[in-house]
C-alpha cells in the first residue's frame, strides 16, 4: 500500500468555541500551518454561495431562477426547506 503525504496547505481549519469561530487558534502539522476557512476557503462550498447570489441580485429575472437539487427518493429539498421554516 502506498502511502500519500499529508499536505497541510491542502487542508482547511475551522474552530469553533462557545458558537463562535475563534481565529485566534491555529493548527499546525509537521511545522507547517494549517489555514482557516476564513482565510482560505474551500472551492467546492462555493455552490451554497451560488445560490445567495441568486437571491441577492438586482435582475428580477435571476432572483426567480431555481437551481435544480437532486435528491434521493426518500425526501424532496422543497419540502425540507418549507418544513423547516
Not at 38 to 60: A, F, H, I, W, Y
Not at 64 to 76: D, H, M, Y
Request: aromatic share 4%.
Amino acid at each position: 500500500m502506498v502511502q500519500k503525504e499529508f499536505k497541510p496547505k491542502k487542508s482547511r481549519s475551522l474552530l469553533i468555541r462557545k458558537g463562535k469561530v475563534d481565529e485566534a487558534t491555529t493548527f499546525t502539522v509537521a511545522e507547517q500551518q494549517i489555514p482557516t476557512i476564513s482565510q482560505e476557503p474551500v472551492k467546492s462550498l462555493g455552490r451554497c454561495q451560488v445560490t445567495q447570489m441568486l437571491v441577492e441580485s438586482d435582475d428580477p429575472e435571476v432572483k426567480t431562477v431555481q437551481p435544480s437539487l437532486k435528491t434521493g427518493r426518500k425526501w424532496k429539498v422543497t419540502e425540507a426547506v418549507d418544513e423547516a421554516n
